[in-house]
């Protein structure tokens, strides 16, 4: 179910898109948590089951960004992240089942078991691996590679940005707004006073952002920093929202073409820590506490750092009477019989460290 599309038809007759995901993802509530919080009205949409092998909020990105690939006769994709990245992970896994070939321009990031497996996970779907000490060194690898794939295939690889946060991408959640707007008509929840959203390379906040607007619903967007300001800024959001209003309503003359000021929806700041992937203690009680009162899994970079925001306004009686909405962004499939049998050693020698070194101290798994 693809929401956008029913309300504008022309953008499914010439958007480039292709069925990645399982739509709509489901909206429940946390009763229990809400009751320690002092919420009476707590809600999650768990877009962690948005892919059946691996879910997230990527796949979303993912269906519109590699339906472009496709459409524009693309035989490799090549993205960008940190060593773990859930972006490039999915990218790798959804180009192999699309045919196409992945390459990753990776970065240096605090160990965790998850990025082990991330890479154990990507290595398994055939993606090409590069690790860069800096993005100065990423930036000039990836021309490099460019020009040589040019060579040698007659074509440059499609490029996705990190994070998949290109106006392509974040249609996916402005279609997300759609469907999550058809599941309150529906009865499925009431509508939130207040959504609050990991804002990593703020795709998933703008596409949010647009649609709420679009549908000019009175919910709140909280998107919470768990990276630089670089790329969670509230300049970056309103940019994406405006470009993205553009792109959409040159296809379809009834989306409406909208400028988005900066302070529409101002980031969070205070509860990223040290650094991006450096799990906090905030986070990791907030991780704990979803998982005994929930049973549903966080995670200490984007998830666990979002949920304790939305902890911290709770405590501070700001969210008294209100109706919550925690969007839920991390991947909830288990993957791990797909890499027992993967062996670290076949990755390129630079990533062999995530495996040989210890991962940070509050990473408990
Ligand atoms: C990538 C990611 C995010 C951040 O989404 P952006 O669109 O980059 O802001 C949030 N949560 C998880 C689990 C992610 O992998």
């Known amino acids: 179910m693809i929401a956008l599309f029913d309300k504008y038809p022309d953008l499914r007759n010439r958007l480039p898109y292709v069925a990645l995901g399982q739509f709509p993802t489901p909206v429940s509530r946390l009763a229990r948590l809400g009751e320690r919080l002092g919420i009476e009205h707590l809600y999650t949409k768990n877009d962690g089951l948005s892919g059946s092998e691996f879910g997230g909020n990527k796949i979303r990105k993912l269906e519109f960004l590699l339906g472009d690939a496709l459409r524009q ?5 090549l993205t960008f992240g940190c060593a773990g ?22 970065l240096p990031q605090p160990n965790a ?4 497996r991330n890479l154990l996970m990507s290595h398994a779907n055939g993606a090409e691996l590069h690790l860069y000490p800096t993005l100065k060194s990423c930036e000039e690898g990836t021309a490099a590679l460019l020009e040589q794939r040019e060579q040698a295939t007659g074509a440059k690889p499609y490029v996705i940005p990190a994070g998949g946060s290109a106006p392509l991408g974040v249609v996916g959640f402005v279609n997300a707004a759609f469907e999550l707007a058809h ?22 906040a703008a596409g949010l952002v647009l649609g709420l607007r679009v549908l000019d619903m009175q919910t709140r ?18 940019e994406l929202c405006t470009e993205t209003s553009a792109l959409l309503h040159d296809i379809a003359a009834g989306f409406p073409e909208l400028e988005i000021g900066p302070d529409h929806a101002p980031i969070r700041e205070g ?3 040290e650094a991006y ?26 998830t666990g750092k979002t949920m304790s925001a939305l902890i911290a306004d709770a405590r501070e009686g700001k969210l008294e009477g209100k109706t919550v909405l925690f969007w839920n962004t ?35 798994e």
């Open 183 to 204: 599941q309150i008509a529906r009865g499925d929840m009431p509508q939130p006073d207040v959504l609050y959203v990991a804002a990593g390379t703020v795709g998933t």
């Open 271 to 273: 509860f990223l820590g």
């Open 277 to 302: 992937a450096r799990f906090t203690r905030e986070a990791m009680e907030a991780v704990g506490m979803a998982k005994e009162l929930e049973g549903v899994k966080l995670e200490g970079t984007y």
């Open 330 to 364: 991390h991947n909830a499939r288990d993957f791990a019989s797909a890499i027992a049998e993967v062996d670290y050693h076949g990755l390129p020698r630079p990533f062999h460290r995530f495996f040989e070194e210890p991962v940070q101290q509050l990473d408990r």
């Open 85 to 106: 990245s859930n972006h490039a992970m999915a990218t790798a896994i959804c180009a192999r089942r699309v045919g196409l070939k992945s390459i990753s321009m990776l």
């Open 73 to 77: 006769g693309a035989a490799e994709v």
């Open 221 to 238: 967007l909280i998107p919470v920093r768990v990276t630089v300001p670089r790329f969670a800024n509230n300049r970056r959001i309103a």
């Open 113 to 116: 078991h998850y990025v082990r």
